[in-house]
Structure formats: structure tokens, C-alpha cells
């Protein structure tokens, strides 16, 4: 059964950074490309970014790139996403998922994503 376990959010001043981790489980990790999802408050669903099973194929959102990176370690089953220069607009629940973008327009989408992670970006 598939288990992803976000950590790292928490209160951050504009123009800090934060690093995301997702632990994965339940599943071959090595065989999936995965993405970040985030959901401010009020709002639907955005696709940030995503990384392919070796990590050769990796797209941004425009609002994050060029500020987020994302990388994984499929010996340690582990997705992560460093957040640079973060901004208030970037505060939301952020979700990692199985899948690459348009996974948060799936009809299962809470099957494949963990419970997330609170980024807030206030001063």
C-alpha cells in the first residue's frame, strides 16, 4: 500500500528558504516519476514541479522556477524539494505524488498523494 510522509514545512520569513522531504513507501520508487502539488488555502490544486525515476527529466511551474529544485534519492526512497527565495504566495499545503504533472487532475489524486505539508511565508 502506498505510504508518502511529507516533512520540513514550517514559518519562514519572506525571502528564506525551506528544504521539503517525502519518504516513500509501499511501492518500487525507483520505478515512478513523482511531483510536488500545493494547495493554498481556498484554492484548487497546483502542479509545482516534477522529476522522472532517474531524475534526467525535471519541469518547474513558472511561478516556482529558477526559486525550487527538486531531487530525489531512490536509494533512500526519499523525494525533496529545496525552496529558495520563498515568497508569501508560496504558502500553502504542499503534497509530494505519485505521478507527474496533471497527477492533481486525477480522479484518485488522495490515492497517491501523502497529507502533506504546512509552508507558511510571513513576516
Known amino acids: 500500500q502506498l505510504q508518502l510522509v511529507e516533512s520540513g514545512g514550517g514559518l519562514v520569513q519572506p525571502g528564506g528558504s525551506l528544504r521539503l522531504s517525502c519518504a516513500a513507501s509501499?511501492?518500487?520508487?525507483?520505478?515512478?516519476?513523482m511531483s510536488w502539488v500545493r494547495q493554498a488555502r481556498g484554492k484548487g490544486l497546483e502542479w509545482v514541479s516534477h522529476i522522472s525515476r532517474g531524475g534526467g527529466d525535471i519541469k518547474y511551474a513558472d511561478s516556482v522556477k529558477g526559486r525550487f529544485t527538486i531531487s530525489r534519492d531512490n536509494a533512500k526512497n526519499t523525494l525533496y524539494l529545496q525552496m529558495n527565495s520563498l515568497r508569501p504566495e508560496d504558502t500553502a499545503l504542499y503534497y509530494c505524488?505519485?505521478?507527474?504533472?496533471?497527477?492533481?487532475?486525477?480522479?484518485?489524486?488522495?490515492?497517491?498523494r501523502g497529507q502533506g505539508t504546512q509552508v507558511t511565508v510571513s513576516s
Open positions: 509501499g511501492f518500487t520508487f525507483s520505478t515512478y516519476t
Open positions: 505524488a505519485r505521478g507527474g504533472s496533471g497527477v492533481e487532475r486525477l480522479g484518485n489524486f488522495r490515492l497517491v
